[in-house]
């Protein structure tokens, strides 16, 4: 056993040196706390958009009993906001917010999730919002904790998923009363009363994603096991014209956890998206079979090293609660690294209640190792949603951690420690973000690609740079396969740069 342990140690030294080690400062910003009864022990999301046109992005964090706020971006070198809330977006109740381009006329809006009636708000000049009333856009009061939303053949608006959770409505509730997944789809131009996917089992995290690379983007739903007790599991819709659960004759392996968070991105280099999902306890890290023509997705968390299962600081030896998850290059060294934002649901006895958010790097073997601590962002709060983003357009991945119960925090990365690039994705109305593309990236040792969403996380969403480190790599070949399949030409460009690249 000894000679066993010693081996296992040598391994993973070895595999650890090859990883740079990125530092973060905590910076000070106004006050923000999201808070609120037992509604908002979940959500606590934040969007990261640019609102002003100024290409650094803004952020509008979920307050939950708080009213939301919009955090402008005053960054130079160093990342800075203020508060800057118009009245349209200080709205109570909010558990997250997703950032859209909605009607294709070059602002972005929000898709806003609430405990009541979820709202979608259009964007104007200067960060300055208003109602949709034109899309006759309808929500009833429920609890809404996930959002995805996507462009389907032949629609000039977008497909709108709303994950509920708990159906408060229900008089023998709260267990095993869980509400549906909510699609609207678009006619003409407006929405219809929304669809009802059910069985729902409490979702907390959905997710449109093409992974089968066919053109057609089905949805992933992450439910929360504590309320649907038993009969539910995880579940992805084929997005036919009638949806449909996939099941296990279509190669979908069935499976039951704390469903919080979903991350996708392609991990393994076969250009098809893997996943990231947390829990209570182990999270799942989950590797796409290309081999097994279905949705099939084969586990490889402890292989891989990143259950995060347990409080990597702190000294408290209960399980782990994981919120949102997002994979993101932290140290530019051209390996997707992983974001998890942790925190007891409030005072749970058999959960940790000293968390420590965790950040997992990637080294070349494709093993993860926990780094929040010496990196800096080891947050010790109740964090809940949260966004790996360049605040301050220097080519690094910036943090921002939302908390319940205690002050929202950003943390700015300073150290350039590999070269980057970051892509400006854009063609004509509809969709003019080019949701449902993929964008390919090619060095010499390896080809990244990644699938353009809107959805995942945990109540939090990004709209728009794509960021892709490059090591030591001096210039990069990329080309993009649009949303309609047409394959875009491999073009040359240099490194450590904003690539404007539009159809």
């Given at each position: 056993?000894?000679?066993?342990?010693?081996?296992?140690?040598?391994?993973?030294?070895?595999?650890?040196?090859?990883?740079?080690?990125p530092?973060?400062?905590?910076?000070?910003v106004?006050?923000?706390?999201?808070?609120?009864?037992?509604?908002?022990?979940?959500?606590?999301?934040?969007?990261?958009?640019?609102?002003?046109?100024?290409?650094?992005?803004?952020?509008?964090?979920?307050?939950?009993?708080n009213?939301?706020?919009?955090?402008?971006?005053?960054?130079?070198?160093?990342?800075?906001?203020?508060?800057?809330?118009?009245?349209?977006?200080?709205?109570?109740?909010?558990?997250?917010?997703?950032?859209?381009?909605?009607?294709?006329?070059?602002?972005?809006?929000?898709?806003?999730l609430?405990?009541?009636?979820?709202?979608?708000?259009?964007?104007?000049?200067?960060?300055?919002?208003?109602?949709?009333?034109?899309?006759?856009?309808?929500?009833?009061?429920?609890?809404?904790?996930?959002?995805?939303?996507?462009?389907?053949?032949?629609?000039?608006?977008?497909?709108?998923?709303?994950?509920?959770?708990?159906?408060?409505?229900?008089?023998?509730?709260?267990?095993?009363?869980?509400?549906?997944?909510?699609?609207?789809?678009?006619?003409?131009?407006?929405?219809?009363p929304?669809?009802?996917?059910?069985?729902?089992?409490?979702?907390?995290?959905?997710?449109?994603?093409?992974?089968?690379?066919?053109?057609?983007?089905?949805?992933?739903?992450?439910?929360?096991?504590?309320?649907?007790?038993?009969?539910?599991?995880?579940?992805?819709?084929?997005?036919?014209?009638?949806?449909?659960?996939?099941?296990p004759e279509?190669?979908?392996?069935?499976?039951?956890?704390?469903?919080?968070?979903?991350?996708?991105?392609?991990?393994?280099?076969?250009?098809?998206?893997?996943?990231?999902?947390?829990?209570?306890?182990?999270?799942?890290?989950?590797?796409?079979?290309?081999?097994?023509?279905?949705?099939t997705?084969?586990?490889?968390?402890?292989?891989?090293?990143?259950?995060?299962?347990r409080?990597?600081?702190?000294?408290?030896?209960?399980?782990?609660?994981?919120?949102?998850?997002?994979?993101?290059?932290?140290?530019?060294?051209?390996?997707?690294?992983?974001?998890?934002?942790?925190?007891?649901?409030?005072?749970?006895?058999?959960?940790?209640?000293?968390?420590?958010?965790?950040?997992?790097?990637?080294?070349?073997?494709?093993?993860?190792?926990?780094?929040?601590?010496?990196?800096?962002?080891?947050?010790?709060?109740?964090?809940r949603?949260?966004?790996?983003a360049?605040?301050?357009?220097?080519?690094?991945?910036?943090?921002?951690?939302?908390?319940?119960?205690?002050?929202?925090?950003?943390?700015?990365?300073?150290?350039?420690?590999?070269n980057?690039?970051?892509?400006?994705?854009?063609?004509?109305r509809p969709?003019?973000?080019?949701?449902?593309?993929?964008?390919?990236?090619?060095?010499?040792?390896?080809?990244?690609t990644?699938?353009?969403?809107?959805?995942?996380?945990?109540?939090?969403?990004?709209?728009?740079?794509?960021h892709?480190?490059?090591g030591?790599?001096?210039?990069?070949?990329?080309?993009?396969?649009?949303?309609?399949?047409?394959?875009?030409?491999?073009?040359t460009?240099?490194?450590?740069?904003?690539?404007?690249?539009?159809?």
């Open positions: 056993m000894q000679v066993e342990l010693t081996i296992l140690l040598a391994t993973a030294s070895t595999a650890m040196a090859d990883i740079s080690l530092q973060f400062h905590s910076i000070d106004p006050s923000h706390v999201y808070d609120g009864g037992w509604e908002h022990f979940v959500g606590g999301g934040i969007a990261v958009f640019d609102c002003n046109g100024d290409d650094r992005p803004e952020l509008f964090a979920a307050g939950g009993t009213p939301a706020q919009l955090f402008v971006n005053t960054s130079g070198p160093n990342v800075s906001f203020r508060s800057e809330t118009p009245s349209a977006l200080s709205l109570t109740g909010v558990t997250g917010a997703y950032p859209l381009d909605i009607d294709g006329d070059g602002f972005v809006d929000l898709a806003v609430r405990v009541g009636e979820d709202v979608l708000l259009r964007g104007k000049a200067n960060c300055a919002f208003e109602p949709f009333t034109s899309l006759k856009f309808q929500s009833q009061e429920h609890w809404t904790t996930g959002f995805s939303a996507t462009w389907e053949t032949g629609q000039t608006l977008p497909t709108l998923a709303f994950g509920t959770y708990v159906d408060r409505t229900n008089p023998d509730g709260p267990f095993e009363a869980c509400g549906p997944t909510l699609l609207y789809r678009p006619v003409g131009a407006a929405y219809g929304p669809f009802h996917l059910v069985p729902g089992h409490c979702s907390l995290s959905i997710l449109f994603s093409d992974w089968a690379r066919s053109g057609r983007a089905d949805l992933r739903v992450s439910n929360d096991r504590h309320y649907y007790v038993r009969g539910g599991q995880e579940q992805l819709w084929a997005m036919e014209d009638t949806p449909r659960l996939y099941a279509d190669g979908w392996v069935s499976y039951s956890i704390w469903g919080m968070g979903i991350a996708s991105r392609d991990v393994s280099g076969d250009g098809f998206p893997d996943v990231y999902l947390t829990s209570m306890g182990d999270q799942k890290f989950q590797i796409f079979d290309p081999t097994a023509e279905g949705p997705w084969r586990d490889a968390t402890y292989d891989r090293g990143t259950t995060a299962h409080p990597h600081v702190g000294g408290d030896g209960r399980p782990s609660t994981g919120w949102h998850a997002q994979f993101g290059d932290v140290n530019n060294d051209g390996r997707d690294d992983i974001f998890v934002a942790k925190g007891n649901v409030e005072q749970m006895p058999d959960a940790a209640q000293t968390d420590p958010n965790n950040l997992l790097l990637q080294s070349a073997n494709g093993q993860f190792f926990e780094a929040a601590s010496a990196a800096g962002v080891a947050s010790m709060g109740k964090s949603g949260g966004a790996l360049d605040l301050n357009g220097d080519g690094s991945l910036d943090l921002v951690v939302v908390n319940r119960g205690s002050e929202l925090e950003i943390f700015q990365n300073e150290q350039q420690l590999g980057w690039v970051q892509v400006d994705l854009g063609q004509d969709n003019r973000a080019a949701v449902g593309s993929f964008i390919e990236v090619k060095t010499s040792d390896r080809v990244q990644r699938e353009v969403t809107i959805g995942g996380g945990h109540a939090s969403g990004i709209s728009g740079l794509h892709f480190g490059l030591n790599a001096d210039e990069l070949e990329l080309r993009v396969i649009w949303p309609d399949g047409t394959v875009g030409d491999w073009q460009f240099r490194n450590n740069q904003v690539l404007r690249i539009d159809r």
